[in-house]
């Protein structure tokens, strides 16, 4: 990822990005962690004091998500493939957003009335593209869900547009 010019990196995904991201100082915003936000955005959802739980820690989704969210004044916690009792910690969150690319993850009886879902995982199968919350099961349940595919993915691209767009401006 490192061979990829810093200034044209429109993903967000090498070293240098990454460190400008953690340290506050990005010039644009990773697509899907701004894709995330911008669901959150307008769902008119005031971060601060939400407990947000991220499950997966990826570079794409996770990592970043997490920083913007800790920004944004949210309570975060992170779950990963080692975490026990997800399903508490599910049922503990003002918003759920996993980027794990389990298929079924989430499911109806982990979430609460009020909870928002968004899901940014993705796994291909025989039967498609699936992502990380069973949608049928949750829809009536939350508050809102995303679904996949439609949700955060067409989002994600029309944020990246935007990087793409801000790159070629300054240059």
Not at 32 to 59: F, N, Q, R
Not at 146 to 160: I, Y
């Amino acid at each position: 990822m490192n061979a990829i010019n810093p200034e044209i990196d429109v993903d967000m995904t090498t070293s240098v990005n990454l460190g400008e991201l953690f340290t506050g100082q990005q010039k644009i915003m990773p697509a899907t962690a701004s894709a995330v936000l911008k669901m959150i955005e307008e769902l008119k959802i005031a971060l601060p004091g939400k407990h947000v739980l991220v499950i997966g820690a990826g570079d794409l989704v996770g990592k970043p998500v997490t920083f913007l969210l800790m920004q944004a004044g949210a309570t975060v916690t992170i779950a990963n493939q080692s975490t026990q009792d997800l399903a508490s910690l599910c049922l503990s969150a003002d918003i759920i957003i996993s980027g794990t690319g389990v298929p079924g993850l989430i499911n109806g009886s982990m979430v609460l009335p009020e909870s928002i879902v968004i899901d940014a995982g993705t796994a291909e199968s025989n039967s498609g593209i699936s992502g990380d919350v069973d949608f049928e099961s949750v829809k009536d349940k939350a508050f809102a869900v995303s679904p996949v595919p439609g949700g955060v993915g067409p989002v994600t691209v029309a944020m990246l547009l935007s990087n793409v767009v801000s790159v070629a401006k300054k240059r």
